[in-house]
């Protein structure tokens, strides 16, 4: 299973950025997708989570900020971001858990770059 992110870029403080993660390729289902991130010399921390039912949650430091939705039919997740600060600026991974043919896969994105300036 394939994940494809994008929507990363650079923004100032305060802005508003949305990300994107499609997931490609043979899968019986798809059950939780999420957010993380790392930032530079720290590392990958969970973001945003949520189950196939739209069941979400979310780290301490996005609460009320940032907000994970995900359209089933597309096999997409999305990761609105709101009020961005500087310490936001990290790479963003998304990833994927379900069911395969024979097994269980978790998968991973290839990242997208936040950039927030200050």
């Known amino acids: 299973v394939q994940l494809q992110a994008s929507g990363g870029g650079l923004v100032q403080a305060g802005g508003s950025l949305r990300l994107s993660c499609a997931a490609s390729g043979t899968f019986i289902s798809i059950n939780n997708m999420g957010w993380y991130r790392q930032a530079p010399g720290k590392q990958r921390e969970s973001v945003a989570g949520i189950s196939w039912y739209g069941s979400t949650n979310y780290g301490d430091s996005v609460k009320g900020r940032f907000t994970i939705s995900r359209d089933n039919a597309k096999n997409t997740v999305y990761l609105q971001m709101n009020s961005l600060k500087s310490e936001d600026t990290g790479v963003y991974y998304c990833?994927?858990?379900?069911?395969?043919?024979?097994?269980?896969?978790?998968?991973w994105g290839q990242g997208t770059l936040v950039t927030v300036s200050s």
């Open positions: 990833n994927a858990d379900g069911q395969i043919p024979g097994r269980l896969f978790s998968s």
